[in-house]
């Protein structure tokens, strides 16, 4: 097991670098493969550090043994790779199911073994299923006391990642930050997906709207891409979709910001249902799923470098 040490200085190395291509860039392994050696492959083609670890051997990621876990921590060591992210499913419940909040701090609890294990300094986390009408002062609130306790069980080193959904409470950038107001800790930030945006019925505004406010919170950058249809939401190859990629990549560099951005692919030749989509993981979800990233990865690495600012 790797020390608190360890972990605050990968932390600070990911705080410490310019965005540059393709060190700032990682992927969520289940979006290439289940196989841990196919997932290792991607990255060292592409010239990525490190993952962000899902599903894996066709099993969630709150499903992982700890054998499970020595074997991918072995099989990335031995290839020089690190974890970057934890992509745990935790408070993606109904806020007022109270048994499905124990449940879900028990499986924080044990991701925290994991994350430790791996030396991984970020463990994703939700804000509560969504409600028909957008959540209330209230909510956030409550949402924000949750997300508190559960620094409670957060060793040194490690922080919590926040990730906006559309189909939690907290999707849009407007109600991260409101969310945020209500989380000075410096444990917490957030993992900004301005594609999750999209999904959101009633939001009918630019994906990227709100950023500025959030910027200086964000640690953490999912990339996908999708457009609204007549009939709905449909997944895209990045840069072909709504969210705006080219000019959000301009935006980044204008906040500084110096984290990483972790392709979230999403999209396949043959489209996911979605149901798979909001709660990824497993073979049947990453199916089509490499053929699908590397022409993402190649189209995210076209719209850096064309967004890149003049040296």
Request: hydrophobic share 40%; charged share 20%; glycine share 8%.
């Amino acid at each position: 097991m790797l020390g608190t040490a360890h972990v605050l200085r990968l932390w600070a190395l990911s705080f410490s670098l310019m965005l540059l291509f393709p060190g700032s860039f990682t992927f969520i392994s289940d979006e290439v493969s289940q196989d841990v050696s196919r997932v290792i492959a991607f990255a060292q083609r592409r010239g990525i550090t490190g993952i962000e670890l899902r599903s894996m051997f066709g099993k969630s990621f709150r499903d992982l043994t700890p054998e499970d876990v020595k074997q991918i921590k072995s099989h990335l060591a031995d290839a020089g790779l690190s974890v970057h992210g934890c992509a745990t499913p935790v408070f993606k419940c109904g806020l007022d199911d109270i048994a499905a909040h124990h449940e879900h701090r028990d499986v924080f609890r044990r991701s925290v073994d994991v994350a430790l294990t791996l030396g991984c300094p970020l463990l994703r986390v939700f804000t509560f299923l969504r409600k028909p009408s957008p959540p209330s002062h209230e909510d956030v609130i409550r949402i924000a006391e949750h997300l508190m306790s559960l620094l409670d069980l957060l060793p040194e080193g490690l922080r919590l990642g926040v990730e906006n959904e559309a189909s939690c409470l907290i999707g849009t950038g407007a109600e991260s930050a409101a969310l945020l107001a209500q989380l000075p800790d410096p444990r917490v930030g957030l993992i900004w997906d301005p594609c999750n945006v999209l999904y959101i019925p009633e939001h009918r505004g630019a994906a990227t709207e709100g950023f500025d406010r959030l910027a200086a919170r964000v640690v953490h950058i999912h990339a996908k891409d999708a457009a609204r249809t007549a009939s709905g939401v449909e997944a895209r190859c990045m840069g072909n979709g709504d969210v705006g990629w080219a000019r959000h990549i301009r935006d980044l560099h204008q906040f500084n910001f110096q984290g990483l951005v972790s392709l979230e692919t999403h999209w396949r030749r043959q489209a996911l249902d979605s149901d798979s989509l909001h709660l990824p993981g497993g073979y049947q979800f990453s199916f089509g799923g490499e053929e699908a990233s590397e022409l993402c990865f190649d189209a995210l690495q076209r719209l850096f470098i064309g967004s890149a600012p003049a040296p």
